[in-house]
């Protein structure tokens, strides 16, 4: 199993707006502190925007801050968002299913339980379990007030 782009940078962005939460902070302090090009994260900062997992403010003193208090944001919803319209395997694919084993496969099943047990354990950690006391990630991340 592999996470996509999107999934990752979501938690990437979120993460750094839990650790700078007493700032608004500008797309392009996120791109460069999560190594990520700023037309990328925009179209997951709108979705994140979206989700009303952040507030996204425009103009000139605009940006980003988490909506969501990050002890109340688990990853599991952050990844269901991300993650929902992405296939594990072709037989999840609906209409792109091309595969001859469909209608007898058993396998479908299996794997439908091991994605809700692999969410329902993400469920159980929040934004703020990924933050807290995490002094590596602070000085990763953390900007220095002005």
Do not use: W
């Amino acid at each position: 199993m592999r996470l996509t782009v999107r999934t990752n940078l979501a938690m990437r962005a979120l993460m750094f707006c839990a650790i700078n939460a007493d700032r608004t902070v500008r797309k392009a302090e996120i791109a460069e502190a999560c190594n990520s090009s700023e037309n990328h994260l925009g179209v997951v900062i709108n979705m994140l925007g979206q989700t009303g997992f952040i507030e996204t403010t425009r103009g000139r003193n605009g940006g980003v801050r988490l909506k969501v208090a990050p002890e109340a944001l688990s990853v599991g919803q952050v990844f269901r968002v991300f993650e929902a319209n992405v296939p594990f395997a072709e037989c999840f694919a609906g209409s792109e299913n091309h595969c001859p084993l469909t209608a007898s496969c058993r396998l479908r099943g299996h794997l439908s339980v091991a994605l809700e047990a692999f969410y329902s354990a993400l469920d159980g950690v929040t934004l703020a379990d990924l933050v807290r006391d995490n002094s590596g990630l602070r000085t990763l991340l953390e900007l220095e007030t002005a």
